[in-house]
């Protein structure tokens, strides 16, 4: 079709961007990927970039025409969790500073809301590199360290830019009670599957920055699917549905 991929996924984006970074620099790997391809009529020319959202919002779109399409300031108070994938490697991303993002930032105050920081803001959310599905447990404790920081730092929510790290953080939190018992100090029920749910004031909600966005355009928490969480904080779906 002739354009660029967009993808609101941070593996995803590492995958396709990192593929399409090494085929474009290395003359013997695309001629033999090419190869393949020939047997299926196609060639890898190298005319598209992998975008991510992101990316694409920051840098093409721009932090004031996103903040010209919010129509309801979105007040929260948020820990905005970058990802691994997206910012490294970063001579590759060239999205400024790897150590002191600041581009995410400033999409999700464009909103409205309120960018807090907090300790460990770029530390991995426990799931990258398939440290879940080898070691849940150790992801686990990465996962719980992020949710506690973010907490202690009066966050509303963490806003997260990775569905991956989405699930890590959202359905992680029913795996932590398991292992760890109420670590929020919130009196939830355990639970061990959707319909059967953490709730409470110490449930740390999660949500993509693309439902953030989608808060400050006039849409309502259940058009965005925030109200489907595996974790759900009543109080907060209340504070969010009073922004339109």
């Not at 190298?46 to 990316?55: F, L, N, V």
């Not at 919010?70 to 991303?93: M, N, Q, T, W």
Request: hydrophobic share 35%; charged share 25%; with cysteine.
């Amino acid at each position: 079709m002739g354009v660029d991929i967009l993808t609101v996924c941070n593996g995803c984006f590492g995958s396709l961007a990192d593929a399409n970074n090494r085929l474009k620099e290395n003359p013997e790997l695309r001629n033999e990927v090419n190869k393949a391809l020939a047997e299926i009529g196609r060639e890898f020319k190298g005319t598209i970039r992998a975008r991510h959202i992101m990316e694409y919002l920051h840098d093409d779109i721009g932090v004031r025409k996103v903040k010209e399409s919010v129509r309801y300031p979105v007040d929260l108070k948020v820990a905005v969790h970058y990802g691994c994938h997206l910012i490294k490697p970063s001579k590759e991303r060239h999205l400024g500073s790897v150590e002191n993002p600041r581009f995410f930032d400033e999409l999700v105050e464009a909103t409205g809301a309120t960018s807090v920081p907090y300790k460990d803001k770029n530390a991995c959310c426990g799931a990258g590199g398939g440290v879940r599905t080898v070691d849940l447990d150790t992801s686990l404790l990465f996962t719980r360290a992020k949710l506690e920081h973010a907490r202690d730092a009066g966050a509303d929510c963490i806003v997260d830019s990775c569905p991956f790290c989405h699930l890590q953080m959202d359905a992680g939190q029913i795996d932590i009670e398991k292992k760890f018992g109420d670590i929020f100090n919130n009196g939830s029920p355990r639970a061990t599957h959707r319909h059967h749910r953490p709730q409470g004031r110490g449930v740390m909600p999660i949500i993509h920055y693309s439902q953030l966005l989608g808060l400050g355009m006039g849409y309502t928490p259940q058009e965005l699917g925030i109200d489907m969480n595996y974790v759900r904080n009543d109080e907060f779906i209340r504070t969010i549905e009073k922004i339109v």
